[in-house]
């Protein structure tokens, strides 16, 4: 008795795992966008449109930008003018992923 007891409560915590461990990624993967792209439209859109050229409050035309890598990081981390920094919002590591998206945006010349 004492010993089923174990197998389903360890059982129930299999599955609680999997499930909890498992959704996030399986939303990505569903929603079909990288996470870039994800925290682009969470936090640039609004200036800078869905397909950066928006241009809203005086943002620049992300798609003529000819900042390099590095120099867009510095600038999503430090901000400029009315775009807020965003060091403490967004981790080092989202900062490479919304800067790899902004770079993979379509080129107007
Ligand atoms: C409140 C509006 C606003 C938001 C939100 C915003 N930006 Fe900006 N962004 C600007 C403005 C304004 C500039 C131009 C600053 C300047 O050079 O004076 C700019 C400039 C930039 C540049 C430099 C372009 C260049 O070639 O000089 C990059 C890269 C950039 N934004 C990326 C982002 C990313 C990535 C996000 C989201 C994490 C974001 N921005 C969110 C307003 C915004």
Redesign the pocket.
Same mark, same amino acid.
């Given at each position: 008795m004492r010993k089923t007891f174990i197998a389903l409560a360890s059982m129930a915590l299999l599955v609680l795992a999997c499930s909890s461990g498992d959704a996030p990624v399986e939303l990505g993967a569903e929603s079909g966008i990288s996470e870039g792209e994800r925290? @682009?439209r969470m936090?640039?859109t609004?200036?800078?449109g869905t397909d950066g050229k928006l241009g809203?409050?005086?943002?620049?035309d992300?798609t003529k930008?000819?900042?390099t890598k590095e120099e867009?990081i510095a600038?999503?981390r430090e901000g400029?003018?009315?775009?807020?920094p @965003?060091k403490n919002m967004?981790s080092a590591k989202d900062i490479e992923a919304?800067?790899a998206h902004?770079r993979s945006l379509p080129k107007t010349k």
């Open positions: 925290i @682009y936090n640039c609004l200036c800078h809203f409050n005086g943002a620049k992300l930008s000819t900042l867009m600038r999503v400029k003018g009315t775009m807020l @965003y967004l919304v800067v902004v």
